[in-house]
């Protein structure tokens, strides 16, 4: 099954219970929106915590296989609730901080684009498409489109935009965003065969 | 002007549940009674279905039965031909192939799938592939004109049928679908 807010609660209180604030991103975030399901837990660390992540986890019996490459760590964790194991990634801010720090990205974004939710604190959906924005894999921009196509307003682009503007990213995300306009129209996303709902104003995703 | 889709009784419909199918006024004059469909639950669906309708609900359950787990909002599929008079809170998936709306085969949810989360029709062919019918999968996606998405997911690699249209993913992004296990049961994997 997808990661349920309740499972995404217990993660972020497991790196709350060592001291890592954590930001909720990825699908998870999408999710609280009102997406589609995502089938892991992504979280960004401050990166001055990134570097001590291993020590300060690892140890824990919930953790399994941690592993890094480059700036991002990954384990399986163990949850209490279930009798399964999901996979969480740690990601450091810097890859996405352009000509600022990883700090400064953490705690902008945490200022700015995020908000308190029962699971803990979670970045708005255009941080989640600012990053998908910025990993080199075609497969990010595809996410984006799947979001759209299943209801998210294209507006988190623009929003996902002006976060690449105050980092100094706007070009390499400004481009992604056209890749990202241009499978709409190839795979013919918004248009039939499918159509959203009728009789019932509530889609499946709310607009802010 | 636009086309105006609705239901019309079968003689052997003897009675239809006003709840489901909704009386559409025309004219006093109108030589058969035509309806709307109402569905807001897997119960209606399931009752519109019995009388023919060619409609099923996707579910993520199905899609999780096909070892992919994964969450989202549940979608009609709908035969074309009747789906402008279908109403309520479900988005729809639209099927030319009014048997497989009524009838999925596993084939039909991962054509749906790309309809949904192409990502993921990807996984959910590749974990199945000793059940799959091939041959069948390709004339469905090219049925249900399909054929963009599943080659944006090299669906290809599986599936001769279908067609090279627009730009496929790249390796990286492929080899990291491939690889990823996202969830396992205790006891798996180490």
Known sequence: ?208 | MRADVSLVRLASDRTVPRDLFVPVVYSLAAPRKRFRLRVSSPSDVERAARFGVPLSLFEPSKVRALGYPVEFPPRLLVGRSVAEAVDGPYAKVLFSNEAAALHPRAEDLVVAMLFVDWLGARTLTRRNLDRLSLAYLGRRILEENAGARAYRVRLDQFVPEVPRVGTPLDRASLAELDATIYERAIGRGR
Do not use: C
């Open chain 1, 1 to 208: 099954m997808g990661v349920s807010e309740e499972q995404a609660r217990e993660v972020v209180a497991f790196f709350r219970d060592h001291d890592v604030p954590t930001l909720i991103i990825g699908g998870v975030a999408i999710v609280a929106q009102g997406g589609r399901a995502t089938e892991d837990v992504d979280l960004f660390v401050a990166t001055r915590d990134f570097a001590g992540l291993e020590d300060a986890i690892s140890g824990d019996s919930r953790v399994r296989e941690f592993g890094t490459v480059g700036s991002v760590s990954k384990f399986y964790f163990r949850l209490r609730s279930r009798r399964v194991e999901i996979r969480v990634d740690v990601l450091n801010p810097q890859v996405f901080s352009g000509t600022r720090s990883g700090d400064e990205f953490f705690g902008f974004i945490w200022d700015h684009h995020s908000y308190d939710s029962n699971a803990g604190r979670m970045a708005k959906p255009e941080v989640v498409w600012y990053t998908r924005l910025l990993v080199p894999r075609m497969a990010y921009r595809d996410k984006i489109a799947q979001d759209i196509e299943n209801g998210a307003p294209v507006e988190w682009l623009d929003r996902a935009l002006e976060i690449a503007r105050h980092f100094g990213r706007t070009k390499i995300a400004r481009s992604r965003a056209l890749e990202v306009t241009k499978l709409l129209g190839t795979l013919g996303v918004g248009g039939p065969p499918t159509t959203p709902p009728t009789g019932d104003p509530s889609g499946p995703h709310r607009k802010e």
